[in-house]
């Protein structure tokens, strides 16, 4: 019984600090990433091939950078916007129309992922394009050129 109590304890302890992992956003002065220093974080990700590296995260919003290779779920956000910044690769981006298999999932309730768009736009994004997908919108890289590397904010907006 002991054991289980304790077994019981670590996984609270440990669950607590995954819901603690991502850093607060500062609320007492500004930050600034020189341009070297986001290439060396997307460096980071292509060799350790993690695909995320979040800067800050809260219930409401978050920065990160990803960097992504092939086919991606295509997502809806049910109350959440993303704004990107495409910092290296390419890949072809798909957004609007239906999402097609939709079925739960996500960090917040009500957010769906699909296989694919029916009746979407596709457009390849590359370096130094920006992208803005309001929440309720289904969207996804459906392929990579190799990868593609951006700076994403992701925030509230219904």
């Not at 929440?135 to 459906?142: D, K, M, T």
Request: proline share 6%; glycine share 14%.
């Amino acid at each position: 019984m002991r054991r289980l109590a304790i077994g019981l304890a670590g996984v609270l302890v440990f669950g607590q600090g995954e819901a603690r992992r991502d850093p607060p956003a500062p609320t007492d002065h500004a930050v600034a990433w020189s341009m070297a220093e986001m290439t060396a974080v997307g460096q980071e990700l292509a060799t350790t091939k993690a695909t995320t590296h979040r800067f800050f995260g809260e219930k409401g919003y978050n920065m990160e950078v990803r960097r992504l290779t092939g086919p991606q779920a295509i997502l809806v956000h049910a109350k959440k916007s993303d704004f990107m910044v495409i910092q290296d690769g390419e890949g072809t981006y798909m957004s609007g129309g239906e999402l097609v298999n939709g079925k739960p999932g996500g960090e917040d309730p009500g957010d769906m992922r699909g296989q694919a768009i029916q009746g979407g736009v596709s457009r390849v994004l590359k370096p130094g394009d920006v992208m803005y997908v309001p929440a309720g919108i289904p969207h996804g890289f459906v392929e990579t050129k190799d990868h593609v590397t951006f700076v994403m904010l992701r925030f509230d907006s219904k």
